[in-house]
């Protein structure tokens, strides 16, 4: 067990969200009617919808969570401002500018394939304030240690789709990112 791993470290389980993989369909089904309703050449529908097909493809492999950098287990803790200093710092960020409360969330990840990231199985992130919380859909933008400073305005982002975990524990996320 890692010496900074609680008893009380609680690992959520991410599966591949169904309903996002519905909409990832649904949008270029979409996209390719609505090219027949615009006056183009046969050869110019054609390369759209190749294109369309092509990104598509891309897209559902991030999405059914097969890419090398897919996580399968989150854990979101409070921790105090000063443990996580190190996070922050290494991201070229001062903990105590990201938010004025004393205590911060810090998120842990476990990746699907460690294999593929150089055998890192762990790593932990420091959660940015700007997180969207909703009913069925919630995001985690989040900042780790090694970020270039550029990172501060485009975060990494966590999607969480509620049929990819427990109702339950989505819920607990939520209330964690809401009432932060």
């Not at 097909?53 to 399968?72: C, G, K, M, P, W």
């Not at 485009?154 to 975990?165: G, K, M, S, Y």
């Amino acid at each position: 067990m890692n010496p900074r791993e609680s008893a009380a470290t609680r690992w959520v389980h991410l599966n591949p969200s169904n309903v996002n993989l519905g909409l990832t369909l649904l949008a270029p089904i979409c996209a390719v009617a609505l090219l027949f309703t615009v006056d183009l050449p046969a050869w110019g529908r054609a390369v759209i919808a190749i294109a369309v097909f092509v990104v598509t493809l891309i897209d559902v492999y991030f999405v059914r969570q097969s890419n090398s950098r897919a996580i399968a287990a989150l854990s979101l803790e409070r921790r105090e401002a000063n443990a996580v200093g190190d996070a922050g710092a290494t991201a070229g960020l001062d903990p105590g500018n990201i938010g004025e409360q004393q205590q911060k969330l810090v998120l842990r990840l476990r990746y699907r394939f460690p294999a593929r990231v150089g055998g890192v199985t762990e790593v932990e992130a420091l959660v940015l304030p700007r997180c969207y919380v909703s009913t069925y859909f919630t995001s985690i933008s989040y900042l780790m240690p090694g970020d270039p400073a550029w990172r501060r305005w485009f975060p990494r982002v966590l999607p969480i789709w509620a049929d990819a975990i427990d109702a339950e524990e989505f819920r607990r996320i939520r209330v964690l990112l809401k009432w932060r």
